[in-house]
């Protein structure tokens, strides 16, 4: 394992961490909302690593990445956009896929408005939102994030720790295991919730990036997500032309870490189509 220092967006330090082949087909794994690199292990501790050249980072605001004050740091998509290129650029990535959980979608649809697709190979949008105002609440975004917003966002520590473990028990359609849990609990809970609040000020819909995607993209979707929901899935496959889905079944917000095995099957084989489109 590497660990790197990129210099992102507004010259913003992102912790970066690298796995695998220097040599092999790319992939950056992009967490969500309140989320952190750790989320990704069932990917860098797997077999994915002896076949490709994984990379994972923290989002700004989260983790060990620095966390600026001014909230248009968040709440603008440039920002955002700059940080994926310069991990792209810094890192000699060459044509990664990008896969994107929750938030991320925003966050992969701010990078190609800004800098297009020619320097990726495809993405692979997992439980991932692409909308994000007032009419997607209850119809795209569900219950299990509108429901725990106010208290992440609150600036009542209790009221974080109580919305923030609700919200990681809802991310997944069965519990985890119990140290599988606390970690998460962690890493979560270390997010400033004014970083959470910036996060969701946002109007975002990215349907002009959806419609003008030309490299593959596969939609991987739990349909017992109540993150979000089943119906942003659909939004996905009916806006993008060039999307299939992988629908898990009895599966919450997190089929990579649900079904881990399934997932990473399936990511290679995209990666490996991607690869060679």
């Known amino acids: 394992m590497k660990i790197h220092s990129v210099i992102g967006g507004g010259d ?15 992939i950056l794994f992009i967490h969500g909302w309140s989320q952190n690199h750790l989320c990704w292990r069932k990917q860098y501790e797997s077999v994915l690593a002896d076949a490709f050249r994984l990379v ?3 989002l700004r605001g989260h983790g060990m990445s620095e966390a600026p004050e001014a909230q248009q740091q968040y709440t603008e998509p440039k920002p955002w956009a700059d940080d994926i290129a310069a991990i792209v650029g810094q ?7 990008l896969v ?21 190979a495809g993405v692979n949008f997992v439980g991932a939102a692409v909308t ?10 569900g219950p299990g994030f509108l429901d725990h917003v106010p208290g992440a966002t609150a600036g009542d520590f209790l009221s974080n720790v109580q919305a923030i473990r609700e919200f990681v028990q809802g991310c997944t359609a069965r519990p985890l295991p119990r140290d599988e849990y606390e970690v998460a609990l962690c890493w979560n809970i270390v997010v400033a919730p004014t970083v959470r609040a910036a ?31 089943p119906a942003m899935g659909d939004h996905i496959l009916k806006t993008c032309p060039t999307s299939t889905a992988s629908w898990y079944p009895e599966t919450g917000h997190a089929p990579f870490i649900e ?6 099957r399936e990511l290679a084989d995209f990666v490996r189509k991607a690869a060679t489109s």
């Open 100 to 120: 994107g959980w929750s938030y991320a979608g925003f966050i992969i649809c701010d990078y190609v408005r800004a800098y297009g697709q020619d320097a990726i």
């Open 56 to 58: 994972a980072f923290d």
């Open 91 to 97: 890192l000699g990535l060459n044509r990664p896929v």
């Open 199 to 229: 996060l969701v000020t946002r109007a975002i819909n990215s349907d002009d990036v959806l419609t003008m995607l030309e490299r593959p993209v596969l939609m991987t979707q739990g349909r017992s997500d109540t993150v979000i929901l």
């Open 132 to 141: 994000l105002d007032r009419a997607a609440f209850g119809v795209l975004i």
């Open 12 to 26: 913003v330090k992102l912790h970066v961490r690298e796995w695998g082949k220097a040599d092999a087909p790319a």
């Open 259 to 264: 079904d881990s095995s399934r997932f990473n």
